[in-house]
């Protein structure tokens, strides 16, 4: 019985100390996909030289890129340090709280969508679709309909 109760603890050590974090690392994806960097690239076209040099050193300390689709579509880049969410940055964007900073309209295959782009706490956050993009997630925009950008 002690036997099943040490290799329970070393099981238990040995996920919350190494496999866990490596899991963690192997799932996590840095890679923009087509769609993702086509409108990236676009709002990044349109801003400020400075801010977009904050926008791009915040996208090289980004680790994990997470997708959740359903009806919508939310795009959320983070840093992950072991076990949390990690919020510091080389650089800021002077965005204090939740800031949706720029709106690209654009088109995709005859139909039209929507991207909100978020800054949270001086970081850059999210990109949020108004529909479910997983169909034309590695499609460029046919056309780039509006782009909006709010100064810090």
């Known amino acids: 019985m002690e036997a099943l109760v040490i290799f329970k603890l070393l099981s238990g050590i040995d996920i919350a100390l ?3 974090p490596q899991m963690l ?6 890679i923009l996909l087509t769609l993702e960097k086509s409108l990236l690239n676009a709002v990044l076209a349109e801003i ?5 040099r904050v926008i791009e050193s ?3 300390e980004i680790n994990f890129i997470q997708r959740v689709v ?5 795009v959320a880049f983070y840093k992950i340090s072991p076990f949390y969410y990690n919020q510091t940055r080389n650089e ?4 204090p ?3 949706s900073f720029a709106q690209v309209h654009f088109e995709v295959e005859g139909n039209k969508y929507f ?3 978020y800054a949270v706490n001086g970081n850059i956050f999210s990109i949020e679709f108004n529909k479910n993009i997983s169909s034309i997630i590695n499609k460029e925009p046919s056309k780039i309909l509006k782009l909006s950008y709010y100064e810090q």
Request: hydrophobic content about 20%.
């Open 48 to 52: 400020d030289s400075d801010i977009r």
């Open 18 to 20: 190494f496999k866990y």
């Open 92 to 95: 800021s964007l002077n965005y």
């Open 70 to 74: 359903t009806e919508h579509t939310n």
């Open 97 to 99: 709280t939740e800031t």
């Open 58 to 60: 915040q996208l090289k």
């Open 115 to 117: 991207a909100k782009f």
């Open 25 to 30: 690392l192997q799932k996590s994806s840095t």
